[in-house]
């Protein structure tokens, strides 16, 4: 059993990729710049970005909190 179904609050969202990144550049931030920011793994923001958009529900809180966004502004279909 995974760790997602013994605990439902781990759920993952699909991420709105090109919004992550544009958001990103904007604050002229690489990867490994954001994800020392929040506190993740270079390799979480990557894998992100590079064709694996779902993550954690607290994942995308910390990105989010770094971009000065809300987390729902960062979820597909969000808005």
Do not use: F
Not at 9 to 31: A, C, F, I, P, Y
Not at 41 to 61: C, D, K, Q
């Amino acid at each position: 059993m995974t760790i997602e179904k013994r605990c439902p609050t781990l759920q993952e969202m699909e991420v709105d990729v090109k919004k992550l990144k544009r958001l990103r550049e904007d604050k002229v931030l690489s990867q490994r710049e954001l994800a020392r920011m929040a506190g993740l793994a270079y390799g979480t923001v990557w894998r992100i970005e590079n064709g694996h958009p779902e993550a954690r529900t607290s994942t995308i809180r910390k990105i989010a909190g770094v971009l000065g966004v809300a987390p729902r502004e960062l979820v597909k279909g969000g808005e």
